[in-house]
């Protein structure tokens, strides 16, 4: 292994609503488990510490008591705690407060402390969410990362401005899949499946794996990977999600758009991926990003949205699109 090789690890599990010590103690458990396998990361899922479809009947109230402030909060402390002992760098997320403003929030930290926070940009699931204003990008062992939450993922431009930023690697934790949408073949899974998976495992793969699932996901993850030329480090839940049902399917991207590793068991389960710097510079999306000619586009992409875009896309943001 090269010196510049980082090996990484993308988790499921499934996260108990509202409760962050047993949240963080499989955090703890499974970033132990990762550095036995030799990964230097490890990614976990959107509010995966806090839970996240819960907080759709929060009042803002309720909301503030769950949220914490970042980094100085228990939970972030603990996180640390976690990556000093194990030795890893952790990614993982929650609801942060700063003030009176509320943020879905994500963060990298190691046994030092905070490396890196990120805001996301789109938040739907709460009205007293505020949305983030900016890119991250910070480095992780001489590379390059960024970060984009969920929703943050189909917004194409945010891909290309965290790669434009020296991104090489982005994480992509999300609370995603199984629910309903305008599109073909999307809808909620019968938690039932879920709870029978021991006796009829078959049914519940049918379901994680077609338009409400995997196959939805892989109309356009492997694009993000390939057109951008980085790696995409996806992390998603398993199991119920407050009252869905997720399906995991947390994988590793190279900047081919090929799957390096992915989850398949239904339960916790981890990816594991080594990142070379070569693969980099060999994928055609390096060659595309050089070919790329602003002029010609620049101010038509940076237009400003009219009132009704603006209702527009906070409606498909709610129907999860």
Known sequence: MARSDLKVASVQFENASGDKQQN??????????????????????????????????LSR???????????????????????????????????????????????????????????KLHPFISQYLSAGNEYVVFEINGWKCGILICYDNNVIENVRATALLGAEIIFMPHVTMCTPSTRPGAGFVDPQLWHRRAEDPTSLKAEFHGLKGRAWLMKWLPARAYDNAVYCVFSNPIGMDDDQL?????????????ILDECTELGEDMAV???????????????????????????????????????????GARKKV
Not at 35 to 50: L, N, P, R, Y
Not at 246 to 258: R, T
């Open 24 to 57: 963080l103690e499989i955090i703890s458990r499974l970033s132990q488990q990762a550095a036995e396998k030799g990964c230097k990361v490890v990614a976990f899922h959107e509010c995966s510490i806090t839970g996240y479809t819960f907080a759709s009947r």
């Open 273 to 315: 991926a080594l990142c070379t710097k070569e693969r980099l510079t060999e994928a055609g999306g390096s060659r595309y990003r050089l070919a790329r000619r602003p002029e010609l586009y620049g101010n038509i992409i940076s237009q400003a949205h009219t009132g009704q875009q603006k209702v527009s896309w906070l409606a």
């Open 246 to 258: 997720k399906n995991g399917c947390s994988m590793i991207l190279d900047p081919f758009g090929d």
């Open 61 to 119: 109230e309720e909301l503030h008591s769950i949220a914490e402030p970042v980094p100085d909060g228990p939970s972030i402390q603990r996180l640390v705690q976690i990556a000093k002992q194990t030795d890893m760098k952790i990614l993982a997320g929650l609801f942060e407060r700063d003030g009176d403003a509320l943020y879905n929030t994500y963060v990298c930290v190691d046994g030092d402390g905070l490396i890196a926070r990120y805001r």
